[in-house]
């Protein structure tokens, strides 16, 4: 069973940092581009990072840039988000993705599977 389990969120004050981690079972992540997502309360989902399955790629969405931090670890079978200088308009739950193409995107339609989330909240 193809799976992805996310872990790592939970609340925070405003300029701490977190390290979001993706879990892949059931095939190898390293052939597939992942991509983070996040929903906010009362907001749609949108996308925040991404990686190609070469590395080669990566993509944030602009209120996210020079904060958080998108890797994978082929000998984890795991995919990161390291987040830093968090603040309150980064509460949201994360999601991360997995897109057999291979090609980073931003648009979640594009992606074959999906973990359950992980809760982050940034409050002082």
């Known amino acids: 069973q193809l799976q992805l389990v996310e872990s790592g969120g939970g609340s925070v004050q405003p300029g701490e940092s977190l390290r979001l981690s993706c879990d892949a079972s059931?095939?190898?992540?390293?052939?597939?581009?992942i991509g983070w997502f996040r929903q906010a309360p009362g907001k749609e989902r949108e996308g925040i990072s991404c990686?190609?399955?070469?590395?080669?790629?990566?993509n944030y969405v602009d209120s996210v840039k020079g904060r958080f931090a998108i890797s994978k670890n082929a000998a984890k079978n795991a995919a990161y988000l390291q987040m830093s200088s968090l603040n309150p308009d980064d509460t949201a739950v994360y999601f991360c993705?997995?897109?057999?193409?291979?090609?980073?995107?931003?648009?979640?339609?594009?992606?074959?599977?999906w973990g359950r989330g992980t809760r982050v909240t940034v409050s002082s």
């Open positions: 993705a997995a897109d057999a193409s291979g090609v980073c995107t931003l648009r979640g339609s594009e992606y074959d599977l």
């Open positions: 059931g095939f190898s992540l390293q052939y597939w581009a």
């Open positions: 990686i190609s399955s070469d590395d080669a790629t990566t």
